[in-house]
C-alpha cells in the first residue's frame, strides 16, 4: 500500500508539473494583456509599461514559468493581480463553497442515477426501462444553464419554494446540487443499466437464485456489489469536474464556489487566479481516482493495487 501511494504521488507531481506548463503555455500566447486589462482603457502606454514591469510580464517565456514553478515548490500560488491578495487565500475562501455543491451533487447523481438504473435492469424492454434511458438522454443532452434556469423559473419565481440564488442554507443548495446532478445521474444510470444487466447474466448470478437466495440479496449483494465498480471510478473523475466545472452553475445561481471565481478571474486575465484553479482542479482530479482505487479493492476483493513496477 506505501509503494503504491509513493508511486502514484510521484505520478501526481509530474502531471501538475505538466498540467502548469500548459496552463502557462495558453496564457502567455493569449493576445489578451493583463496590464492593459488592469490600468484601464483610459491609461497611458507609459502606465501599461510600468504595470507589466511591476507584474513581471515583461520577462521572457522561462523565466517567467521558471519563477512560478519554483514559488509553486513551495506552496506559493502568487498573487492575484486584481484583487492584490495571496491565490492561496482566495481558492482557500472559495473551497468550502464548492466542495458543499460538489458532495450535494454527488449524491443526486448516485441516488436518481443509480436507483433507475438499477430498476431498468430488472425490467429490460419494459415501458419503465425505455422511458428511463429516454430521460437519461435528455439529461445528458440538457445544456446546464438551460437546466438551471427553468428550475430557477419553475421551483424558485412560479412555486417560490427554493431562493433564486445565495448561499448559506441547505435551500440554497437544493437548486444549484440537482442542476449539477442531473448531467452525471444520466450517465449513471445507463452505466449501471448496462452493468446490472452484464452482471446479472452471469453464472455466479444463476448458482445464488438456484440456492435459493431471496432475489433483494441477489440483486443488491451479488449483482449490485459487482456493477458498481465501474460508477466508483466515475465518482473520482467527477470529483475533479466538479470543482473545476461548476462555472455555469455557480454563475446562474450566484454560488460563491472555485467556478465563479474561475469565470471572474478569466474575465479579468488573472493569470495567478486562473492557474490557482486549474492545478486545484488538477489535484481534485488525482485525488479523486487515487481515493477510487483505494475503495475498490474493499468492494471487490479481486481487485488488487498495482504500482508500475509490477503491472
Known sequence: MIRYLLGRLGQAALLLVGVSFITFVLLYILPADPARQLAGRSATPETVEAIRVQLGLDRPFHEQYTRYLGNLVQGDLGRSYAQKTEVTEVVAARLPPTLLLMAGAIVV?????LTIGVLAALRPGSRFDHGAMILSFVGVSTPQFVAGILMLYVFSV?????PVGGYGTWRHLVLPALTLGL?????YSRMMRS?????????????ARAKGVSEW???LVHAFRNAVLPIVAMIGIDIGLFMSGAVIVESVFGWPGIGQLAWQAIQQVDIPIIMGVTLVAAVAIVLGNLLADLVAPFMDPRVRLRTPTNR
Request: glycine share 10%.
Open 195 to 207: 452493468a446490472m444487466l452484464d452482471v446479472m447474466a452471469r453464472d455466479f448470478v444463476r448458482t
Open 158 to 162: 412560479q412555486l417560490d419554494w427554493f
Open 217 to 219: 440479496r441477489v440483486v
Open 109 to 113: 447523481e448516485l441516488a436518481i442515477g
Open 183 to 187: 448531467l452525471g445521474a444520466g450517465w
